[in-house]
């Protein structure tokens, strides 16, 4: 029996929900999170929400020393750290007005391709497990875990090498490495049709990507697109070309370009990249047994080294887009202010949020990954 | 799309014409693709609407935030990227630290809003006219905007967290033997510091 003030509560009818997508999830690419708005499965609004990897880095520079950041730079993006390293070398060389050796300038170009390879491999494996296979992501961390070895032979880590320092590299190639290297190359080249076969002339996998998260060449300019993303969208340009570091300009490569703008162009811009970088390494590993001479320019004392005052730009072209570090000194020991800005600042917070809306929620975790963000580069 | 692209005198010529249009401007070129440009900050959204319009700058790389309190001012940097002129502007205009309010570059360049809310979380700048000034990293933070100058990490958390003993059986056993590292509050550096 009812009790006397009973009133029967009345939902408006609605089939509007919010679902927490992420921080633990396995469809969103490290510890990040979106707010997503549904009716139905269809995403009305989307709201990233960051700020879970945030270890403070910038902060943590201003009381280190110039040298002594070479140890946090790599961990602001753990899939690709050679660019963050290389980049913020550059940047310490410009102030100091360093010349960096031609050889160290070499290893540098093949320390940063071998990261791209591995970037991209890890990124297939993200992408085609969002939409429900899971072999190419076996495939692509066993693949990579070749590169990693070869990491780890030159510097003792096989994901934060700290390699890179001001002035060249910390120590030259071990006997036979660049034999390795090329074994490694012709290993992964072979691998390729594996690949194709698998993933990328799978019909499952090309209707999932065919049209989902589409932008135009306008809205990806618009919104910041960098990188493979803004190549998928038909501009031709790449940092390593248009605005050329180390020796890119010596350097024979195609940039590879889609028109589509989808998950589909996205993943297809990563495969001819990927092709692209294995032709540039076979270059430096031909050219760089003729190329003698110092691995690092002479540096001053490193616990008592004051850059001169200034401030200095830096621009590299990481696996995920342009990657760019803002230095100023105040001509002391340690930086005055370090600004990092990741590509995946402008991929993994407004462009998800704005390819995810009208979409459906089976497509988020696809987005993501066909964007490939590196959300500890948003949080820093 | 294939870029036919100017020659880099063309550029150079063409970028020191219409940068004339602004009065009261600095500009120097750190390198063949650098030029640095300083403004006060009233013209900086009339040298925005310049370079967007007449020179293909549709790219805001970044916008950075410095702290200068010797002067009590923020410098704010913007970095643009023209895809035609392949060379990088680097705008750099000085706020007053207090109030530390400006105006949002939204309506002309829409990555500024997360930049802007960035500087806002970091540096306690607020921007005029930006989409969304609410938290994003720092969600449960309520301290002062950690990335200023005088914001002392190691001393905030010192002020607000208590220095708990742990001092476990198996702990003890070690240190009976001469081993484990302790760092007690007295020998941390910031206590050793002299202000």
């Known amino acids: ?380 | 799309m294939k870029l036919t692209r100017p020659t880099q005198d063309q550029v150079t010529t063409g970028l020191e014409y219409l940068l004339q249009q602004i009065s009261g401007m600095k500009t120097r070129w750190d390198g063949p693709r650098r030029l640095r440009v300083d403004l006060a900050s009233e013209s900086l959204p009339a040298l925005l609407e310049l370079l967007k319009g007449r020179a293909g700058y549709v790219h805001l790389s970044a916008i950075s935030c410095v702290d200068w309190p010797d002067q009590n001012e923020f410098e704010l940097v913007y970095h643009l990227w023209s895809y035609e002129m392949n060379v990088l502007i680097m705008a750099h205009i000085r706020i007053a630290r207090e109030p530390g309010v400006y105006v949002s570059v939204y309506d002309l360049y829409h990555p500024a809003a997360f930049f802007e809310r960035d500087i806002h979380e970091m540096f306690g700048v607020f921007f005029e006219g930006s989409p969304d000034m609410g938290k994003f990293i720092l969600t449960e933070w309520d301290g002062p905007p950690p990335m200023r100058k005088e914001f002392d990490g190691e001393a905030w958390v010192m002020e607000h967290f208590n220095w708990q003993d742990y001092q476990p059986d198996w702990l003890t056993d070690i240190e009976a033997q001469g081993g484990g590292i302790t760092t007690r509050p007295e020998e941390l550096r910031h206590r050793n510091k002299t202000k």
Not at chain 1, 66 to 95: G, K, T
Not at chain 1, 278 to 294: M, T
Request: aromatic letters at 10%; charged letters at 25%; a negative charge.
């Open chain 1, 1 to 380: 029996m009812r009790p006397e003030n009973y009133q029967s509560f009345h939902q408006p009818p609605s089939h509007e929900y919010e679902l927490f997508f992420g921080p633990n999830h396995p469809g969103i690419e490290g510890n990040y999170a979106l707010r997503v708005q549904l009716h139905g499965d269809e995403v009305l609004r989307a709201r990233a929400d960051g700020g879970y990897l945030h270890r403070g880095f910038e902060k943590l520079m201003e009381g280190r020393l110039w040298i002594q950041n070479i140890a946090l730079v790599p961990r602001i993006c753990v899939p690709d750290p050679v660019p963050m390293e290389v980049c913020y070398s550059l940047a310490i060389e410009q102030l100091g007005g360093l010349e960096v050796p031609e050889r160290a300038q070499w290893i540098r170009v093949m320390q940063l391709e071998l990261s791209r390879i591995a970037a991209h491999l890890f990124t297939f494996g993200g992408h085609a497990a969002t939409t429900g296979m899971y072999t190419p992501m076996f495939w692509g961390i066993a693949d990579r875990d070749l590169i990693l070895d070869l990491f780890e032979e030159l510097s003792g880590g096989r994901v934060y090498h700290i390699y890179n320092i001001p002035g060249g590299v910390r120590r030259d190639l071990p006997e036979g490495y660049l034999d390795r290297v090329r074994k490694t190359l012709e290993y992964i080249e072979s691998r390729l049709p594996d690949y194709d076969n698998l993933m990328f002339q799978n019909q499952i996998f090309v209707r999932r990507a065919t049209g989902t998260g589409t932008m135009t060449q306008q809205q990806a300019l618009e919104w910041g697109v960098t990188g493979p993303n803004l190549r998928a969208t038909g501009l031709e340009f790449d940092v390593r070309r248009d605005d050329p570091y180390l020796v890119y300009d010596q350097l024979e490569f195609d940039i590879p370009v889609e028109e589509a703008g989808d998950a589909w162009a996205r993943a297809l811009v990563r495969r001819s990249e990927l092709k692209e970088s294995l032709r540039i390494l076979r270059q430096v590993v031909d050219r760089l047994p003729s190329i003698g001479g110092p691995i690092r320019a002479p540096i001053p004392n490193p616990l008592a080294w004051n850059l001169p005052a200034g401030d200095v730009y830096t621009r590299v072209e990481s696996s995920k887009g342009e990657l760019a570090y803002y230095v100023v000194s105040n001509g002391g020991d340690k930086p005055y202010r370090v600004h990092v800005r990741g590509p995946s600042a402008m991929h993994a917070v407004q462009v998800l949020e704005n390819l995810v809306t009208g979409g459906r929620v089976e497509d988020v975790a696809q987005i993501m990954f066909s964007l490939d963000a590196c959300p500890p580069e948003v949080d820093r």
